[in-house]
């Protein structure tokens, strides 16, 4: 691959466009940046949950905060990279801000109630009501459902034209949307959830991916290659997401103070970072509030760890750029590092991700969004009744299509659950079932 092409300013749906010869304020990658920032769809991630509950007295992470943050590791890994890329390119200086656009849009496609609403939305389908469009949809439309993927939806989210919007969703430039198919195959291909594209993508991103170089897999005919960036955007939210859980865990009193900084601190060798770890001791005792001094040694590890996988990317350059490099930036850091995550995710897994309150907006969640769908897709399927004309009354402007197929029918009502904010979801669900009544303003 190469970087001149692998930065393509080209914007889909505007690529007759040509750009301004004037001298511009902003370039075009701080348009995609700007643009995604300043979006309906990225202001109600401030509603939706990360891994716990949004409590109404302590503070944790949402998929808004947790974005924002991601997109700022993600911006350092980018401009560390920017300074060792050896190329002509003068769009070269604007990879930080392509990481740093392409990890705020990350997690855009990611349903109400945490991860476990994308497995919601597959179960409707595999094991619930929807199981009866299985021999009514071709092959890839059926694996589209039954193994939905926030990745592949935050791709159709920015690119697709919904009902009165203008070509090319979002129109952000191709490099930009590269970076964020973490998984380059459609869903026919995919052997667990994830996959990078809908069949109803499919086109577009067959059309970025010949414009920008990225080829498919000879070994793996109908994989692609990797957009380089897309190592940086997984790394800094490999990073974030581990290791800020952490941090939200001792908030809330699952994990005891000495548990978490002891976690914090093992990623620090006692030889060779020996001059580091006096440097935090000292901190500490200047320090005395406790959670400042989980945010201060929070903040270390990070940085740390954002070294760690730049180090990676360099030492593996050529592999990347040749799109075979297996595995992730932050599965090849050194052992100390390496072993000090495996127990972070270990605890995570143990401890916080199968702590109670997690657990209870994960079927919650099922419920929720099973019954949703199942009101909403009836309702498309057959909207001639009373019933269903009240139900699709509650259905925006930009979700209503006019095909008579059922594939595309079925994705409008994803479409709009997926886009809801946990209150939303939860607040609609109570309505239609009749356990509380709207209120009158």
């Given at each position: 691959m190469?970087?001149?092409?692998?930065l393509?300013t080209?914007?889909l749906?505007?690529?007759d466009?040509?750009?301004s010869?004037?001298?511009?304020?902003?370039?075009?990658?701080q348009?995609?940046?700007?643009?995604?920032?300043?979006s309906?769809?990225?202001?109600?991630?401030?509603?939706?949950?990360?891994?716990?509950?949004?409590?109404?007295?302590?503070?944790?992470?949402n998929?808004?905060?947790?974005?924002?943050?991601?997109?700022?590791?993600?911006?350092?890994?980018?401009n560390?990279?920017?300074?060792?890329?050896?190329s002509?390119?003068?769009?070269?200086?604007?990879?930080?801000?392509?990481?740093?656009?392409?990890?705020?849009?990350?997690?855009?496609?990611?349903?109400p109630?945490?991860?476990?609403?994308?497995?919601?939305?597959?179960?409707?389908?595999?094991?619930d009501?929807?199981?009866?469009?299985?021999?009514?949809?071709?092959?890839?439309?059926?694996?589209?459902?039954?193994?939905?993927?926030?990745?592949?939806?935050?791709?159709?989210?920015?690119?697709h034209?919904?009902?009165?919007?203008?070509?090319?969703?979002?129109?952000?430039t191709?490099?930009?949307?590269?970076?964020?198919?973490?998984?380059?195959?459609?869903s026919?291909?995919?052997?667990?959830?994830?996959?990078?594209?809908?069949?109803?993508?499919?086109?577009?991103?067959?059309?970025?991916?010949?414009?920008l170089?990225?080829?498919m897999?000879?070994?793996k005919?109908?994989?692609?290659?990797?957009?380089?960036?897309?190592?940086?955007?997984?790394?800094?939210?490999?990073?974030?997401?581990?290791?800020?859980?952490?941090?939200?865990?001792?908030?809330?009193?699952?994990l005891?103070?000495?548990?978490?900084?002891?976690?914090?601190?093992?990623?620090?060798?006692?030889?060779?970072?020996?001059?580091?770890?006096?440097?935090?001791?000292?901190?500490?005792?200047?320090?005395?509030?406790?959670?400042?001094?989980?945010?201060?040694?929070?903040a270390?590890?990070?940085?740390?760890?954002?070294?760690?996988?730049?180090?990676?990317?360099?030492?593996?350059?050529?592999?990347?750029?040749?799109?075979?490099?297996?595995?992730?930036?932050?599965?090849?850091?050194?052992?100390?590092?390496?072993?000090?995550?495996?127990?972070?995710?270990?605890i995570?897994?143990?401890?916080?991700?199968?702590?109670?309150?997690?657990?209870?907006?994960?079927?919650a969640?099922?419920?929720?969004?099973?019954?949703?769908?199942?009101?909403?897709?009836?309702?498309?399927?057959?909207?001639?009744?009373?019933?269903?004309?009240k139900?699709?009354?509650?259905?925006?402007?930009?979700?209503?299509?006019?095909?008579?197929?059922?594939y595309p029918?079925?994705?409008?009502?994803?479409?709009?659950?997926s886009?809801?904010t946990?209150i939303?979801?939860?607040?609609?669900?109570?309505?239609?079932?009749?356990?509380?009544l709207p209120e009158?303003?």
């Open positions: 190469d970087w001149n092409k692998l393509s080209k914007r749906g505007m690529e466009w040509e750009t010869k004037k001298k511009e304020d902003r370039s075009q990658f348009r995609d940046y700007d643009r995604i920032i300043f309906s769809p990225f202001r109600r991630m401030q509603n939706k949950t990360q891994v716990f509950p949004l409590p109404e007295h302590i503070f944790v992470h998929r808004l905060t947790h974005s924002l943050e991601v997109a700022s590791v993600g911006r350092s890994l980018g560390l990279l920017s300074e060792k890329v050896d002509e390119s003068n769009l070269v200086s604007e990879i930080g801000t392509i990481v740093s656009t392409a990890c705020l849009a990350h997690d855009l496609g990611n349903p109630f945490g991860h476990s609403g994308e497995v919601a939305i597959s179960n409707f389908f595999t094991n009501a929807g199981i009866e469009f299985e021999k009514k949809l071709d092959v890839g439309e059926w694996k589209d459902l039954t193994h939905f993927d926030g990745n592949a939806n935050a791709f159709r989210l920015l690119t034209q919904f009902n009165g919007k203008r070509p090319g969703g979002f129109a952000l191709y490099a930009t949307l590269a970076g964020i198919v973490k998984y380059p195959f459609e026919v291909w995919a052997t667990k959830q994830k996959f990078g594209f809908f069949q109803s993508e499919k086109e577009d991103y067959l059309k970025i991916a010949g414009e170089g990225i080829e897999l000879p070994e005919r109908n994989q692609f290659q990797r957009h380089p960036l897309v190592y940086l955007v997984e790394a800094a939210d490999d990073i974030c997401y581990q290791i800020m859980d952490l941090e939200d865990a001792f908030k809330l009193g699952i005891s103070y000495d548990t978490t900084k002891e976690l914090y601190l093992d990623f620090y060798h006692p030889v060779q970072d020996k001059k580091s770890l006096g440097s935090i001791e000292n901190t500490l005792r200047r320090v005395t509030d406790r959670n400042e001094q989980i945010s201060y040694l929070r270390g590890v990070i940085g740390k760890l954002i070294h760690e996988c730049m180090d990676v990317f360099v030492q593996n350059q050529d592999t990347i750029m040749n799109g075979v490099f297996e595995g992730s930036l932050i599965g090849a850091i050194r052992e100390k590092q390496s072993e000090a995550m495996k127990v972070v995710k270990e995570s897994f143990s401890e916080v991700y199968n702590h109670r309150s997690v657990v209870e907006i994960e079927i969640g099922y419920k929720i969004i099973g019954t949703l769908l199942e009101e909403f897709i009836s309702a498309v399927i057959q909207p001639g009744n009373l019933y269903s004309k139900i699709l009354s509650l259905l925006p402007g930009q979700y209503k299509i006019e095909s008579d197929l059922l029918k079925i994705q409008s009502v994803v479409d709009f659950i886009g809801m946990d939303f979801a939860l607040d609609l669900y109570r309505k239609i079932k009749g356990i509380s009158v303003v």
